[in-house]
């Protein structure tokens, strides 16, 4: 006797489940999509109030604001919108105002672009930042543009990179 004698929907069962395998799969996905939103907008709110934390503080002290005092990316992932983009760099907006705008490759809309900037690496050998630019729209992400260093390089449209800020620093001694 054959097993799909014994068992006549064993087919349907299997059709089922591979139908439910994908969704579930589907599911997965836009969860996971879901959650990367959440984290841009969240991550947006908390690196701002953490930048004018860094402000008022640094104020207090008479010292000229650059955002680079908390050591944004270090620990977790700052956010920022972007002031322009280069061919090599996301230059992240210091006064967390949208400046680059793009269109939404399903509707059109014009949105403005937001990046993440984090070490995503840490070792005594070396060291991995990166920057992802993206714009939120259809509830999706739409990929920008990513650039990678072995060193720190979050750079601001008014102000200079970490890098630039210790080289003159150490210029000057």
């Known amino acids: 006797m054959k097993l799909e004698e014994i068992f006549p929907n064993i ?52 010292q000229k604001y650059c955002s680079t005092y ?14 322009k983009i280069t061919e090599k760099d996301v230059i992240a907006s210091h006064d967390f105002e949208p400046k680059l705008y793009g269109n939404c490759p399903e509707c059109n809309s014009k949105i403005p672009v937001i990046m993440w900037y984090a070490q995503t690496y840490d070792s005594p050998e070396g060291d991995t930042w990166e920057k992802d630019a993206f714009m939120i729209c259809c509830d999706k992400i739409h990929k920008v543009k990513h650039v990678a260093s072995s060193y720190r390089f979050l750079s601001f449209d008014n102000c200079s990179s ?12």
Not at 24 to 51: C, P
Not at 76 to 83: G, I, N, W
């Open 70 to 83: 908390f050591d944004p990316g270090k620990y977790d992932t700052a956010y920022y919108f972007v002031a």
């Open 11 to 62: 087919n349907e069962v299997d059709r089922e489940l591979a139908e439910s395998l994908s969704r579930k799969d589907s599911l997965e996905k836009r969860a996971e999509t879901l959650k990367e939103i959440r984290d841009a907008i969240s991550g947006l709110e908390n690196t701002e109030r953490r930048h004018r934390e860094d402000e008022k503080n640094k104020n207090k002290k008479n």
């Open 162 to 173: 970490t890098e630039d800020i210790i080289r003159n620093t150490l210029s000057k001694i």
